[in-house]
């Protein structure tokens, strides 16, 4: 009677939400294939969520999920049109598949789900998440995890269906965003990253943040590292994927490496500044003048005018007034900083905050930037699996456990490449196995899975499918030990071949040959030949 009841609960669920959907949809000017699309990317998103949730059990609620997509479609989105490739109507995207425009609220996107799911994330993410204080990388840092968080908003639409567990990784906007990205998530959680992408206080320092939540999970030798290594890998993702920010890296750079070449002499410096402040100061004057004088104001009006483009034309001079009033006070703001910088403590500050800025800037000129963007990629996988380590150090309880098992076979299979997953990454499997075997060491103490051998190899190579299936339950799974007798052409001797078959909860098996098998001593196997066992208790 209750599953009767919870199953009429989500049917009115689902109901609701494509009533709220349908509402929103009504005062909105979109073609009924967008409207099509949209109810579409909902129901599938319902219908997969259970799996997903199981799949990487750290996500958001069905709830959050789908509300956030109704809230980006009625309050950022005034525009959505869908083309065809190779259309006149594509040929404003180009050679993209979409086009973001915040400013003017408008998606123009393929006719693709995950595509158009895809454009409903970026629209709905602020530009920066990380304080300007950061400098270069405040938007090469926001920029890796917003894209990030994008692409990990469209998985459960792109790699689940209701039944099965599907990833395809040309499917996926950037391999290296989205593995970045999934390893944050699993190093300080979901709650944590949704709080950081959603927070509106630039007050609050969030980079200093994560810092802080890194060391007191994992240690300030692994927070330093990771971080030092996020930030430069957000340089080079940058710069491959964003041309026109490799131009402005490349003009910063130059301004940035003159600059601090200036600071060499003081007294050039000290000139330098006064002649800035005097321009400043005339410039406010200039501004002053305009505003107080109807006929200036006019000409400044017709001037500026003149010179824009008719959608960035100016309505008004009330509205010219307010923005040379808003200019006068960024003149006057910068006045003070360079009055700052006359100051020997402030002008030692401001030297470091250039050398800084130099030591990214000059990433730029890295000739093979994918062969730097593979070194570093792997040695977070490195720092990361140090981290997991103490994961599984902290764990303590069964469910604890369950859920550790389920993030790390989720991590082993998340595309590391084009060609393979992270399991099957040949740099990482020295860490990988040894991170396999604690991680089963501990679930033996815990009786979470079953031990099939005394011997730790066997026990690993019996084992290890765990974490390299795609069953959505994997308390489901069971293994089968198969022995055969192969009769050697070249001598009249029959020989054991052993093999390994993993049943998924339909009865579904697959076959592989057990590496080193005949080394196995049989009286310390827990596991008897040719039966089916559970893995789990």
Known sequence: MQKKNEKLFDKIVKKDYNNELERVLEKKPYAENVKSILLSILYKLET???????????????????ESIIYCIENNCDEIKLVKPHSKESEIIGDRTFLVEKKKKRIICYNIERKVLYCLAKIAKRNRIIKDDYVVISKTLSDLINVGACINEVEPLRDFNGYSWTTIPREIESISHNLIYQNLLL??????????????????????????RLE?????????????????????LEIKFDKKSKEKMLKQKEVVEKELEQMQDNEAFVERITEEKRKLTSEIKTIDETINNKHLLEEEYEKRNEALPLEEKIFSMRILSKMMTDEREKKLEKIEKLNELLNPQKYVGYKKELEEKEKYLSLVDEKNIDKKI???????????????????????????MLRLIYEFRYYNMLPYNFEKSIFEEKDLQKELVEETKRVLEKAHKLKVIERFSKQEDVNYELLKVIFQNRNINIEDIEIKLIKEKVKEKTEEKNQENYYIQVFDGNGIGEKKELPNGENMNKKDLAIRFNIKVKAFY
């Open 48 to 66: 997969s969520y259970k799996d997903y949730k199981q799949v990487k059990q750290d996500v958001v609620t069905k709830e959050e999920m789908i």
């Open 187 to 212: 190093l300080v959680g979901n709650e944590f990253m949704n709080k950081w992408l959603h927070n509106k206080e630039f007050i609050m320092d969030y980079m200093q943040i994560f810092k802080e």
């Open 216 to 236: 007191e999970l994992y240690g300030k030798e692994e927070a330093r590292e990771l971080i030092e290594i996020l930030k430069e890998i957000s340089v080079y």
């Open 374 to 400: 593979d070194s570093l990629k792997l040695k977070i996988q490195k720092i990361f699996l140090k981290c997991f380590d103490k994961k599984i150090e902290k764990c303590d309880s069964k469910q604890d």
